[in-house]
């Protein structure tokens, strides 16, 4: 079984940037895709962004497009989120997750059956 760890949340301001990462153990993540999700406050958790094993693709919700970027270093165990321009609306629990594939699945759920999810990290975007 592979452990998440998320890391690096926190508050910071309209328009900043905050740099997250999933910290994984048990066991090698190369092979799994991987992937954010967020919960807001009274909202349902929702996908962010998703990489599938290889970083040969990536795929993201359309809320975010443009402004995040997923990322991964196998080597080192370890799933990034960069978050650039951020909003207001970007406040939530953001989890990562690894998927049973090491392929991204369709457009509507690209990582299909998760087997593992983080504890969660808190970004919160305030002036």
């Known amino acids: 079984q592979v452990k998440l760890v998320e890391s690096g949340g926190g508050l910071v301001q309209p328009g900043g940037s905050l740099r997250l990462s999933c910290g994984a153990s048990g066991r090698p993540i190369d092979r799994y895709a991987m992937g954010w999700f967020r919960q807001g406050p009274g909202q349902e958790r929702e996908f962010v962004a998703a990489i599938n094993w290889a970083s040969k693709m990536t795929t993201y919700a359309n809320s975010v497009k443009g402004r995040f970027s997923i990322s991964r270093d196998n080597a080192a165990n370890t799933l990034f989120l960069q978050m650039n321009s951020l909003k207001p609306e970007d406040s939530a629990i953001y989890y990562c997750?690894?998927?049973?594939?090491?392929?991204?699945?369709?457009?509507?759920?690209?990582?299909?059956?998760?087997?593992?999810w983080g504890q969660g990290t808190q970004v919160t975007v305030s002036s």
């Open positions: 997750a690894a998927s049973s594939s090491a392929w991204l699945n369709s457009e509507v759920d690209p990582l299909g059956d998760i087997i593992s």
